[in-house]
């Protein structure tokens, strides 16, 4: 059974940076895409980036682009979301999900985490 694990997620500052990281146990992360979703209160859940099995290929939603870092690290069967300029509006429960290579180009997910929850507040 494939399980994914998020952790990271914490209270933060306005203007500050959280890693969140997807572990997986059960399987190894080499042959999946991942991607990261979020949903705030009230709202439907957004993806916001994913990484391709190799990590040779990354997207991003254009609320995160060039503020959130997708990375991945096979050898630890972990997956990063690295976090910067972190805005209110990031608010949310962060999601992991894994998929077949396509899952990245539109495809669907198969496989989810839990979540963890991100606050963004002074």
């Known amino acids: 059974q494939l399980q994914l694990v998020e952790s990271g997620g914490g209270l933060v500052q306005p203007g500050g940076s959280l890693r969140l990281s997807c572990a997986a146990s059960g399987f190894t992360l080499d042959y999946y895409a991942i991607a990261w979703f979020r949903q705030a209160p009230g709202k439907e859940r957004e993806r916001i980036s994913c990484i391709s099995p190799s990590g040779g290929s990354t997207n991003y939603a254009d609320s995160v682009k060039g503020r959130f870092t997708i990375s991945r690290d096979n050898a630890k069967n972990t997956v990063y979301l690295q976090m910067n300029s972190l805005k209110p509006e990031d608010t949310a429960v962060y999601y992991c999900?894994?998929?077949?290579?396509?899952?990245?180009?539109?495809?669907?997910?198969?496989?989810w985490g839990k979540g963890t929850l991100v606050t963004v507040s002074s």
């Open positions: 999900a894994a998929g077949p290579a396509v899952a990245c180009y539109g495809g669907g997910v198969h496989s």
